[in-house]
């Protein structure tokens, strides 16, 4: 049977697409399904999580900017005490106030959207988490355009 | 006689009680839910340029468009 669109996420999940079924393989299974049964595909992007994540990342950034300034005006201050001799100390505590806050955001990564597409299925329906900015991404969009080429509205 | 009035009263006291625990907590409940829907909407409103760039800023919605 000749591929119409596949799609593999690089981790071991391949999905593929024929004239007349859809091959899904993953690490432990494997499903066929005929496309006669069919009905629909669906999209779905989970925003309220996502909002969730963004919120508390930027919180955290917020957090982390409050914390480097803090320490940029003492050390702003330490020099100007102990001038000449509190050049090292500042440049101490200058450190500190750029290098944790960067050490902390380098840990808290930006968040990600989960979206997932659904197959509509006699009795039942399949979901698929995916990444929309992830490279596979348009992959899918061409699966999902050629799995919608395949409904009809009669048999 | 009296026996059963006692008993009634008690039994009325700890309906009424019940009754009242149910619409207070019901209540708080309500009220948490609300507030937080309502956190969920502002800073939904707040982070709109972020959602709407995750959602259609990419790859994927474009080749979605353009079928």
Redesign the interface.
């Known amino acids: 049977m000749e591929t119409v669109a596949e799609f593999n996420d690089n981790h071991g999940f391949n999905v593929r697409l024929t004239n007349e079924k859809i091959f899904i393989d993953a690490a432990g299974s494997s499903e066929t399904i005929a496309l006669r049964g069919l009905n629909g595909v669906g999209l779905y992007d989970n925003i309220e999580k996502y909002n969730k994540e963004l919120v508390q990342y930027k919180t955290d950034g917020k957090g982390a900017e409050v914390f480097k300034w803090i320490f940029l005006v003492l050390a702003g201050i330490i020099l100007i005490i102990g001038f000449p001799n509190s050049v090292i100390p500042a440049i101490i505590v200058a450190g500190i106030a750029i290098g944790i806050p960067k050490l902390l955001m380098n840990k808290n990564k930006e968040p990600i959207l989960d979206s997932y597409f659904r197959l509509m299925l006699s009795g039942g329906d399949r979901k698929f988490k995916f990444n929309k900015s992830d490279e596979t991404s348009v992959k899918i969009a061409d699966f999902i355009n050629k799995v919608e080429d395949t409904l009809t509205a009669y048999k | 006689m009296s026996e059963f009035w006692n008993i009634f009263k008690k039994t009325a006291y700890f309906r009424a009680s019940w009754h009242i625990q149910d619409v207070l907590i019901d209540s708080y409940n309500k009220v948490r839910y609300d507030i937080e829907k309502a956190e969920?909407m502002r800073?939904?409103r707040e982070?709109r340029k972020?959602?709407n760039t995750?959602?259609n800023d990419?790859?994927?919605?474009r080749?979605?468009k353009k079928?």
Not at chain 2, 58 to 61: K, L, M, R, T
């Open positions: 969920q800073s939904m982070n972020e959602i995750a959602l990419n790859a994927f919605a080749k979605r079928s």
